[in-house]
C-alpha cells in the first residue's frame, strides 16, 4: 500500500495540471501556490504563509496558518513543518523551482533536509524531479531512460555506488565542491544509486516511477 503524500503547491513555475490526490493525502498551498489550485479548481486543505505572493485576500472558509512577514522561515519551511506534524512522511513539492534561484536552492535544501530526518520529499521541475538519498538508495527500473546526475550535499559522501547506470561509481567518494556525479545515463537494465554515509541530490526525469 502506498504511503499517503502531502502535497505542496508552492508560487513558483508550474509546468501543467496539478497531480490528483487520494484519499488521505494532504494538499497545502505556500502562499501564492493558492493562486495556482484554484486556477484548476482546487481547494487546498491548508494554505500556509505570510500572503506577499497572492494578489487578493483568501477566503475565510480556508483553514490558514498565517506567518509573519519578517521570520526565518521561509512559506515552504513552514508548509512542510505542518504536513510533518499531521504525521505525513512522503512530500510531493511543485511551484518550488523556476523564477528566483535562490528559491529554488532554498528549495532543494529542504529535500535534504526532509532524507536527514527520515521522510522522502520530491521537488518537480519542468523536466526532472530532484530527490534526496541520506545513508540510503534509490532504485530505477529496467524502463529508466535519460540522464541521471548524483551530487553531494553534504560536505562528503562515501562508498557511494552507482550500479546498472553506463559510468558505473564502486566505493566512491563524493564531495560538494566537484561534480563528479553528473550526467551519468540509464542503460535499459534496473539501476541503483546508494550512498553509505551522506547525503546526495539524486535528478532523474520526471516520467521516471522510482522505489527508494
Known amino acids: 500500500m502506498q504511503n499517503p503524500i502531502c502535497y505542496i503547491f508552492g508560487a513558483g513555475e508550474h509546468y501543467g495540471p496539478p497531480p490528483v490526490p487520494v484519499s488521505g493525502d494532504l494538499v497545502i498551498a505556500a502562499d501564492g501556490g493558492l493562486t ?3 486556477q484548476h479548481g482546487l481547494t487546498p486543505h491548508l494554505l500556509v504563509g505570510d ?7 483568501p477566503s475565510s472558509e480556508l483553514k490558514t496558518v498565517v506567518l509573519p512577514k519578517v521570520k526565518d522561515d521561509t512559506d ?10 499531521r504525521g505525513y512522511r512522503v512530500f510531493h513539492i511543485y511551484g518550488g523551482t523556476g523564477g528566483r534561484l535562490d528559491h ?6 529542504c529535500i535534504a533536509d526532509l532524507a536527514q530526518n527520515g521522510c ?4 518537480f521541475d519542468r523536466d526532472t524531479v530532484i530527490t534526496a538519498i541520506h545513508n540510503d538508495k534509490i ?9 541521471v546526475s548524483a551530487f553531494a550535499h553534504t560536505e562528503t559522501c562515501t562508498d557511494v555506488y552507482e550500479r546498472g547506470l553506463k559510468y558505473p561509481l564502486t566505493d566512491a567518494s563524493l564531495y560538494n565542491t566537484y561534480p563528479l556525479g553528473v550526467s551519468n545515463e540509464f542503460t535499459g537494465v534496473n539501476s ?3 550512498v553509505r554515509e551522506g547525503t546526495l541530490i539524486v535528478i532523474y526525469p520526471k516520467d521516471i516511477k522510482i522505489s527508494f
Open 76 to 85: 515552504m519551511v513552514a508548509a512542510l513543518r505542518e504536513g510533518k506534524n
Open 192 to 194: 541503483e544509486i546508494s
Open 36 to 38: 495556482y489550485l484554484e
Open 139 to 147: 532504485n530505477f527500473p529496467a524502463s529508466a531512460h535519460g540522464v
Open 51 to 57: 500572503f506577499d505572493s497572492l494578489t487578493k485576500k
Open 120 to 123: 522522502k520529499g520530491c521537488l
Open 104 to 109: 529554488t536552492l532554498a528549495n532543494i535544501q
